[in-house]
């Protein structure tokens, strides 16, 4: 019996259930395609990353991963090499032989990482040889000279044909040097490929390295990736506890902390939408209670028990949900799978989309049945929570005061002493008064109507909040850590790195940077490629020759050290290197370490440094690569006399990096340098906020449809439930206009109300959060692989990005409630009042 009236009380007030159902199902379909969408994003980046050269996992000689030197070679290759080749989970594998070098051509240099492959066994397990897009592959027959990414061709100006000096260290601990044809140049889209890895046949690089028989890993391409860990343990017992099988999530660390960050985000925003998804269904659901105060006194009148009436509505919950679902999981799913198919060309975010490994310009969200089944049971059980309330409500209602309408409408107010006089009130429209006091008679109806407004631009205000800290937190801190706001070079500085860029009269371009208004501090610098070494070990590495005094005013560096000290005037044997830098050479405090890099003179400066400090910064792509000297020390070692690589400033205000890079364009043209501002300096870190302001406009475009449909269904209900109230009106003679202009009243008061108490409430989470953090560091490790990411977000309110979505959220209201007054305007007042 509670079941068949529960499908009769849904089918008999079609209007109110469509609505609700429609609240369901739209907070549904959205949290499908937005977790397919990641989804989709993760499994793109995982596919190519792999499937290029990382390949799904690797053999190495225990703690090669660690510590990749040449000192951990494996020397019985073959013997491993055929151990794991006879593991059934395993569709192909090769040998390979890795080393960090010192890659130049002409004034042109960059640490890469070499790798020397076995052409014919190598095409079995990554696909590198089919991005070649100049030259040619290696075909086996008497292979020859290298492949090359295109971002290292350009930094280096080279072609298919063209010689690559290489400079190393040898299997000995002798220096290892060669001149080598490119044979090749492919494209990845994968920057670490792309611009810093040169492949080459085995024998090449045997007898560049004199190794002529080690291997430093054997390369597995899986035939199941999804059971990794289970072919990783296989693996393990098969080549012995002296090596160590690795699958990618650890050979990739950028692409796993990416898709682990991409969850994160999406958990932050998946965790909104279900909140927003709850409120949606609690406001009409509780809506339709209260105007349904009279059924049910009448019901409880009539003898209905109170725990019959309690189980009904949940029963009508129930129903509802169920409908919901079933309209929700076929919009979400269906627009899910079509543009799983299709995809979703996000080709204008192009150089974003670099940003995080393995993503091409079209992305295909992907359907899962777990996460479909989870979201579905999920909305479900909120829609019942979401219903206990109401129907406790109703199932307590005192049957006579719930039939006269008694705490719904609330008691005649009498005419006293705040009464408005008929002078008074004649100074505004009587409808407007009507309006008004239309909204104080029921109050719970109009609290309900405000909180669900009020309640959705919370969440947006604060869903707007996160995306714009975590930008501001990206660039601040990367800024902060490197280059300043603003660089004043020689045109092509950062593509070349090459001395010959570098020019003199440093003092007068400091003098005339800092006259300029808005400049807070200037510092000259030399900036070179490296390669610094260690007893066992080398590693490319970017140079910076700083000015000690003047550099605090341009990074906040200085307060990062963790050991030792930061570099002082007179300091030009010492040396300040990363905790990740400072992880992979085994260097410590007060050890040395070896610096080369090419001279201006063609030759190749070398000096040798103390560790003097330690710094650690939270993000491994500077720590990992980035020593600092002093000044005078890196102009003596490179030959440059007084010649510096860059000035660097900071500004007093960011935002105006543009304008006064365009003050400043004259005063350097006449120099021959160029104002270079912080997106051109750090275009991955400009690039990838780009990419996180895209992402933000495809969640934030469908937050904003649930949340204007969440807020437009419940004006709608409300506005609709009142036919009755209006048939009244127009039956004592009130026009059918002003009842609807009424009804824009009493919408525009109540969003005007909704507004103010949301913005206020949303402006203060997230101040809030802005002062404490929203710590995140405990959902995903290894952060720091993100350029300026720290483990703790600090949302920020940016109040030209509400205006836009704030306006068009209070005009939709306003609209969407003059479609059910008009209907009841243009009833007859005798049908008005007896319309169910």
Same mark, same amino acid.
């Given at each position: ?54 390949? =799904? ?34 569709? /192909? ?18 640490? *890469? ?18 991005? +070649?897009?100049?030259? !040619? ?5 008497? =292979? ?14 080279? @072609? ?9 260290? &040898? ?20 920057? =670490?490929?792309?611009?810093?890895? %040169? ?98 006194? +009448? ?50 975010? &192009?150089?974003?989309? !670099? $940003? ?78 009507? %309006? ?6 029921? !109050? ?50 950062? @593509? ?25 501090? /200037? ?61 992979? +050479? ?6 040395? *370490? ?19 400090? *330690? ?12 020593? #600092? ?20 400033? @900071? ?6 990096? =543009? ?15 160029? %104002? ?26 469908? #937050? ?9 269904? $419940? ?41 103010? *108490? ?65 209907? /009841? ?7 008005? +009042?007896?319309?169910?």
């Amino acid at each position: 019996m509670i079941w068949k009236l529960a499908l009769r009380n849904v089918m008999r007030n079609r209007r109110r259930s469509g609505i609700t159902v429609l609240s369901i199902a739209v907070g549904l379909a959205a949290l499908t395609f937005l977790w397919g969408f990641i989804d989709g994003q993760n499994r793109q980046m995982v596919n190519n990353t792999t499937r290029y050269f990382a390949t =799904d996992a690797q053999v190495h000689l225990k703690g090669y991963h660690d510590d990749p030197s040449l000192d951990r070679a494996i020397e019985a290759g073959d013997r491993v090499l055929a151990a794991v080749r006879a593991d059934p989970a395993v569709a /192909a594998a090769t040998v390979r032989l890795e080393t960090t070098v010192l890659a130049s051509r002409a004034d042109r240099s960059r640490g *890469i990482v070499a790798f020397g492959v076995d052409p014919a066994a190598e095409s079995a397990v990554s696909d590198l040889s089919k991005a +070649i897009v100049d030259g !040619r592959a290696f075909d086996g027959r008497g =292979d020859g000279g290298m492949l090359i990414g295109t971002d290292l061709a350009e930094a280096l100006a080279l @072609r298919a044909g063209d010689d690559l000096v290489l400079v190393g260290q &040898a299997y000995d601990g002798s220096v290892a040097s060669a001149r080598v044809p490119v044979r090749g140049v492919f494209r990845t889209k994968i920057d =670490d490929l792309d611009g810093y890895v %040169a492949v080459m046949p085995m024998a090449v690089m045997r007898d560049f390295l004199a190794a002529p028989s080690a291997v430093t890993a054997v390369a597995v391409r899986l035939r199941d990736r999804g059971a990794l860990d289970a072919a990783v343990e296989s693996l393990s017992v098969r080549v012995g506890s002296d090596h160590e099988v690795v699958g990618w999530p650890v050979l990739l660390p950028m692409v796993a902390v990416s898709t682990r960050f991409h969850e994160v985000m999406g958990f932050v925003v998946l965790t909104i939408f279900f909140v927003m998804v709850a409120a949606g269904v609690a406001n009409p659901v509780l809506m339709a209670v209260l105007e349904r105060t009279r059924e049910f006194g +009448i019901m409880l009148a009539l003898g209905t028990s109170q725990s019959l009436l309690f189980r009904l509505v949940l029963a009508e919950a129930a129903l509802l949900g169920a409908a919901g679902l079933l309209l929700g999981n076929a919009v979400g799913l269906g627009a899910t799978a079509a543009f799983g198919r299709i995809g979703i060309n996000l080709g204008a975010f &192009a150089a974003g989309l !670099r $940003t995080m490994p393995g993503l091409e310009d079209v992305i295909y969200p992907v359907v899962r049945a777990e996460r479909s089944l989870f979201i579905s049971v999920m909305v479900f059980v909120i829609a019942l929570l979401m219903a206990l309330y109401p129907a406790l409500r109703a199932a307590t209602l005192e049957p006579v005061a719930a039939i006269r309408g008694i705490g719904e409408r609330g008691k005649a107010r009498v005419r006293g002493r705040g009464e408005p006089t008929p002078a008074r009130r004649s100074r505004w429209p009587v409808f407007v008064l009507i %309006a008004a006091r239309n909204l104080l008679r029921n !109050r719970k109806r109009s609290a309900i109507t405000a909180f669900a407004a009020a309640f959705a631009i919370v969440a947006y205000v604060f869903l707007y909040g996160f995306f714009d800290g975590f930008a501001e937190q990206i660039v601040g801190n990367s800024t902060g850590y490197l280059t300043g706001h603003l660089q004043i070079e020689r045109q092509g500085l950062r @593509r070349d790195l090459a001395p010959e860029l570098a020019f003199e009269d440093a003092g007068g371009v400091l003098k005339a940077a800092q006259t300029l208004p808005g400049v807070a501090a /200037a510092a000259p610098r030399v900036q070179a490629q490296a390669l610094a070494s260690s007893a066992t070990k080398s590693v490319g590495v970017m140079l910076y020759g700083v000015d000690p005094d003047l550099e605090p005013g341009i990074t906040i560096l200085h307060r990062t050290f963790v050991e030792g000290t930061p570099l002082a005037r007179g300091a030009e044997r010492d040396i300040v290197i990363g905790r990740r830098l400072a992880e992979k +050479i085994g260097a410590r405090l007060g050890e040395k *370490i070896v610096v080369m890099a090419p001279g201006l003179a063609g030759e190749l400066g070398t000096a040798a440094f103390r560790v003097r400090g *330690i710094f650690a910064t939270e993000s491994s792509s500077f720590d990992g690569a980035m020593v #600092f000297v002093t000044l005078p020390a890196a102009q003596r070692m490179l030959g440059l006399g007084d010649r510096v690589s860059s000035v660097n400033l @900071r500004l007093v205000d960011r935002s105006e990096v =543009d304008e006064v890079a365009r003050q400043l364009s004259p005063v350097v043209a006449s120099r021959g340098l160029v %104002a270079s501002t912080w997106p051109q300096l750090l275009t991955r870190v400009a690039d990838m906020v780009g990419l996180v302001r895209a992402i933000r406009t495809v969640i934030v475009a469908v #937050f904003f449809l649930v949340v204007a449909l969440a807020v437009m269904n $419940t004006v709608f209900m409300a506005v609709a439930e009142r036919t009755r109230e209006f048939g009244v009106m127009m039956a004592l003679g009130t026009p059918p206009d002003a009842v609807v202009r009424m009804v824009v009243y009493e919408t525009v008061a109540l969003m005007l109300v909704a507004s103010v *108490i949301g913005y206020a409430v949303g402006a203060a989470v997230v101040a809030l959060f802005g002062n404490i953090g929203l710590d995140l560091s405990g959902f995903y490790r290894d952060y720091s692989a993100i350029p300026g990411l720290t483990g703790i977000v600090y949302p920020q309110l940016v109040a030209g990005n509400l205006v836009g979505p704030g306006i068009g959220l209070f005009l939709a209201s306003v609209a969407v409630s003059l479609h059910p007054a008009a209907k /009841a305007a243009r009833l007859e007042p005798t049908a008005a +009042i007896r319309h169910t």
